[in-house]
Protein backbone atom coordinates (compact mmCIF):
# COMPACT_ATOMS: atom_id res chain seq x y z
CA UNK A 1 0.00 0.00 0.00
CA UNK A 2 0.72 3.30 0.78
CA UNK A 3 3.87 1.97 3.64
CA UNK A 4 7.82 1.64 2.15
CA UNK A 5 10.05 -0.02 3.98
CA UNK A 6 13.55 1.95 3.64
CA UNK A 7 17.24 0.49 3.93
CA UNK A 8 19.66 3.33 5.20
CA UNK A 9 23.70 1.98 4.80
CA UNK A 10 25.83 3.21 7.18
CA UNK A 11 28.33 5.99 6.36
CA UNK A 12 32.16 6.41 6.75
CA UNK A 13 34.38 9.37 5.88
CA UNK A 14 36.98 9.54 3.77
CA UNK A 15 39.32 12.64 1.76
CA UNK A 16 38.25 14.90 -0.90
CA UNK A 17 40.54 13.73 -3.43
CA UNK A 18 39.98 16.70 -5.10
CA UNK A 19 40.22 19.01 -2.36
CA UNK A 20 43.22 20.74 -1.06
CA UNK A 21 42.15 21.01 2.10
CA UNK A 22 41.15 18.25 4.44
CA UNK A 23 38.26 17.67 3.21
CA UNK A 24 36.17 14.96 4.66
CA UNK A 25 33.40 12.97 2.34
CA UNK A 26 30.59 10.77 3.40
CA UNK A 27 30.84 7.23 1.95
CA UNK A 28 28.40 4.62 2.06
CA UNK A 29 29.33 1.03 3.58
CA UNK A 30 26.89 -0.29 1.09
CA UNK A 31 23.31 -2.41 1.19
CA UNK A 32 22.99 -5.64 3.21
CA UNK A 33 21.87 -7.73 0.33
CA UNK A 34 20.77 -11.60 -0.52
CA UNK A 35 21.04 -14.31 1.49
CA UNK A 36 23.64 -13.89 4.48
CA UNK A 37 21.79 -10.97 5.75
CA UNK A 38 18.48 -13.09 6.25
CA UNK A 39 20.34 -15.91 7.65
CA UNK A 40 22.14 -13.49 10.02
CA UNK A 41 19.02 -11.71 10.52
CA UNK A 42 16.91 -15.07 11.58
CA UNK A 43 19.93 -16.47 13.71
CA UNK A 44 19.26 -13.46 15.92
CA UNK A 45 16.00 -13.78 16.29
CA UNK A 46 16.86 -17.17 17.44
CA UNK A 47 19.93 -15.88 20.21
CA UNK A 48 17.82 -12.71 21.16
CA UNK A 49 15.59 -15.27 22.87
CA UNK A 50 17.84 -18.08 23.99
CA UNK A 51 20.43 -15.18 25.43
CA UNK A 52 18.05 -12.74 26.47
CA UNK A 53 20.69 -9.82 26.28
CA UNK A 54 21.18 -7.27 23.69
CA UNK A 55 24.74 -8.31 24.14
CA UNK A 56 24.94 -10.86 21.36
CA UNK A 57 27.72 -13.66 21.09
CA UNK A 58 28.98 -14.39 17.70
CA UNK A 59 30.51 -17.52 18.77
CA UNK A 60 35.06 -18.43 19.47
CA UNK A 61 35.95 -18.51 16.01
CA UNK A 62 34.44 -17.74 12.60
CA UNK A 63 33.98 -20.96 11.26
CA UNK A 64 31.65 -21.76 14.16
CA UNK A 65 29.34 -18.76 13.33
CA UNK A 66 29.15 -19.67 9.79
CA UNK A 67 27.83 -23.48 10.60
CA UNK A 68 25.22 -21.76 12.93
CA UNK A 69 23.76 -19.85 10.43
CA UNK A 70 23.68 -22.35 8.25
CA UNK A 71 27.21 -21.94 6.11
CA UNK A 72 28.98 -25.53 6.07
CA UNK A 73 31.99 -24.26 3.26
CA UNK A 74 33.69 -21.65 4.43
CA UNK A 75 36.00 -20.48 2.11
CA UNK A 76 38.48 -17.43 1.52
CA UNK A 77 39.44 -15.63 -1.28
CA UNK A 78 37.54 -12.18 -2.58
CA UNK A 79 34.60 -14.00 -3.23
CA UNK A 80 34.89 -16.48 -0.75
CA UNK A 81 31.75 -17.12 1.95
CA UNK A 82 34.34 -16.15 4.90
CA UNK A 83 34.64 -12.12 2.58
CA UNK A 84 31.31 -12.18 1.77
CA UNK A 85 29.58 -13.32 5.66
CA UNK A 86 32.22 -10.47 7.11
CA UNK A 87 31.17 -7.73 4.47
CA UNK A 88 27.67 -7.94 4.67
CA UNK A 89 27.43 -8.40 8.53
CA UNK A 90 29.34 -4.70 8.49
CA UNK A 91 26.60 -3.33 6.45
CA UNK A 92 23.62 -5.18 8.03
CA UNK A 93 24.77 -4.34 11.53
CA UNK A 94 25.55 -0.54 10.28
CA UNK A 95 22.45 -0.08 8.18
CA UNK A 96 18.99 1.70 9.25
CA UNK A 97 15.76 0.28 9.01
CA UNK A 98 12.21 2.55 8.62
CA UNK A 99 9.15 1.97 7.40
CA UNK A 100 7.54 5.36 5.99
CA UNK A 101 3.96 6.06 5.75
CA UNK A 102 2.96 7.56 2.60
CA UNK A 103 6.33 9.23 0.55
CA UNK A 104 4.46 11.84 -1.39
CA UNK A 105 5.76 15.22 -0.55
CA UNK A 106 2.17 16.72 -1.60
CA UNK A 107 0.57 14.90 1.35
CA UNK A 108 0.30 16.23 4.80
CA UNK A 109 0.20 13.69 6.86
CA UNK A 110 3.17 12.16 6.84
CA UNK A 111 5.56 9.33 9.18
CA UNK A 112 8.41 7.18 9.64
CA UNK A 113 9.59 4.76 11.98
CA UNK A 114 13.83 3.69 12.16
CA UNK A 115 16.09 1.92 13.81
CA UNK A 116 19.07 1.45 14.16
CA UNK A 117 20.18 -2.97 14.01
CA UNK A 118 23.19 -2.59 16.50
CA UNK A 119 24.79 0.45 18.44
CA UNK A 120 28.06 -1.69 18.15
CA UNK A 121 29.73 -4.67 16.66
CA UNK A 122 33.16 -6.21 17.39
CA UNK A 123 34.53 -8.72 14.83
CA UNK A 124 38.13 -10.27 16.28
CA UNK A 125 38.00 -13.32 13.86
CA UNK A 126 41.03 -13.05 11.60
CA UNK A 127 39.39 -14.15 7.94
CA UNK A 128 42.73 -16.06 6.94
CA UNK A 129 42.20 -18.71 10.09
CA UNK A 130 38.27 -19.29 10.52
CA UNK A 131 39.03 -21.90 12.89
CA UNK A 132 40.87 -19.88 15.70
CA UNK A 133 39.09 -18.13 18.45
CA UNK A 134 39.73 -14.85 18.40
CA UNK A 135 42.06 -13.06 21.37
CA UNK A 136 38.37 -11.89 22.49
CA UNK A 137 34.90 -13.43 22.03
CA UNK A 138 33.36 -11.44 18.79
CA UNK A 139 29.50 -9.94 19.73
CA UNK A 140 27.60 -7.82 18.54
CA UNK A 141 25.41 -5.11 20.67
CA UNK A 142 22.15 -4.62 18.98
CA UNK A 143 20.21 -1.16 19.87
CA UNK A 144 17.52 -1.21 22.71
CA UNK A 145 14.28 -0.38 20.25
CA UNK A 146 15.58 -3.57 17.75
CA UNK A 147 16.45 -5.98 20.50
CA UNK A 148 12.85 -5.24 21.71
CA UNK A 149 10.94 -6.10 19.12
CA UNK A 150 12.60 -9.37 18.26
CA UNK A 151 12.02 -9.73 21.90
CA UNK A 152 8.50 -9.25 21.71
CA UNK A 153 7.33 -9.99 18.25
CA UNK A 154 9.71 -12.31 16.47
CA UNK A 155 8.39 -15.31 14.81
CA UNK A 156 10.30 -18.34 15.35
CA UNK A 157 11.70 -19.88 12.01
CA UNK A 158 13.65 -23.27 11.80
CA UNK A 159 17.05 -22.68 10.90
CA UNK A 160 17.46 -26.55 9.29
CA UNK A 161 14.85 -25.21 6.18
CA UNK A 162 17.06 -22.06 5.80
CA UNK A 163 19.99 -23.71 5.81
CA UNK A 164 18.27 -25.97 2.81
CA UNK A 165 16.75 -23.10 1.33
CA UNK A 166 20.20 -20.93 1.98
CA UNK A 167 20.92 -20.40 -2.41
CA UNK A 168 17.79 -18.48 -3.09
CA UNK A 169 16.73 -15.00 -1.10
CA UNK A 170 13.30 -15.28 -2.41
CA UNK A 171 12.91 -18.78 -1.41
CA UNK A 172 14.13 -17.50 2.06
CA UNK A 173 11.81 -14.71 1.76
CA UNK A 174 9.03 -16.73 1.26
CA UNK A 175 9.72 -19.30 4.17
CA UNK A 176 9.95 -16.34 6.31
CA UNK A 177 6.58 -14.63 4.72
CA UNK A 178 4.89 -17.86 5.08
CA UNK A 179 5.84 -18.80 8.64
CA UNK A 180 4.91 -15.25 9.98
CA UNK A 181 1.66 -15.55 8.37
CA UNK A 182 0.92 -18.94 9.38
CA UNK A 183 1.72 -18.18 13.16
CA UNK A 184 -0.99 -16.09 13.50
CA UNK A 185 -3.82 -17.19 10.98
CA UNK A 186 -6.93 -18.08 11.82
CA UNK A 187 -8.69 -18.58 8.99
CA UNK A 188 -8.40 -19.26 5.23
CA UNK A 189 -7.47 -16.02 3.36
CA UNK A 190 -6.66 -14.82 -0.25
CA UNK A 191 -3.87 -13.08 -0.66
CA UNK A 192 -3.76 -11.15 -4.70
CA UNK A 193 -1.34 -11.51 -7.11
CA UNK A 194 -1.04 -7.89 -7.11
CA UNK A 195 -0.19 -7.42 -3.76
CA UNK A 196 2.42 -10.32 -3.34
CA UNK A 197 4.52 -9.00 -6.01
CA UNK A 198 4.13 -5.31 -4.51
CA UNK A 199 5.22 -6.85 -0.76
CA UNK A 200 8.09 -8.83 -1.86
CA UNK A 201 9.07 -5.67 -3.93
CA UNK A 202 9.94 -7.35 -7.40
CA UNK A 203 11.91 -5.81 -9.87
CA UNK A 204 10.31 -7.24 -12.51
CA UNK A 205 7.18 -5.62 -13.70
CA UNK A 206 5.91 -8.27 -15.78
CA UNK A 207 3.12 -10.29 -13.61
CA UNK A 208 3.16 -13.75 -15.33
CA UNK A 209 6.66 -13.85 -14.74
CA UNK A 210 6.86 -13.29 -10.93
CA UNK A 211 3.57 -15.83 -10.89
CA UNK A 212 6.13 -18.68 -12.42
CA UNK A 213 8.88 -17.41 -10.18
CA UNK A 214 6.85 -17.54 -7.16
CA UNK A 215 5.22 -20.69 -7.97
CA UNK A 216 8.82 -22.00 -8.37
CA UNK A 217 10.25 -20.85 -5.24
CA UNK A 218 7.18 -22.29 -3.33
CA UNK A 219 7.84 -26.02 -4.60
CA UNK A 220 10.69 -25.42 -2.95
CA UNK A 221 9.55 -23.90 -0.01
CA UNK A 222 7.15 -26.82 0.49
CA UNK A 223 9.61 -29.53 0.81
CA UNK A 224 10.72 -28.00 4.05
CA UNK A 225 7.21 -26.54 5.32
CA UNK A 226 5.22 -29.09 4.75
CA UNK A 227 2.44 -27.84 7.49
CA UNK A 228 1.90 -24.51 5.45
CA UNK A 229 -1.36 -25.06 3.22
CA UNK A 230 -1.01 -23.38 -0.06
CA UNK A 231 -3.17 -23.27 -3.34
CA UNK A 232 -2.31 -21.32 -5.86
CA UNK A 233 -4.87 -19.98 -8.12
CA UNK A 234 -5.87 -17.41 -11.15
Not at 29 to 58: C, D, H, M, N
Not at 66 to 94: H, K, P
Not at 218 to 227: A, E, H
Request: hydrophobic share 35%.
Amino acid sequence: GNVSLVIQPGMYLVNDPSSVSDKLLPKSLGYPFGSKPRLILAWLGREVKRQKTREIKLGKSLRQFLEEIGIDNASGGQRGTITQTREQMRRLFSARIALIDDVSPTQVNWSMDGMQIADRQQLWWDPTKPDQAGLFESTVHLSERFFNELSNFSVPVDMRALRVLRSSPFELDLYCWLTYRFYSLSRRTVVPWEALQAQFGSEDKNERKFRWQLRKALRSVLTVYQDAHVEDSP
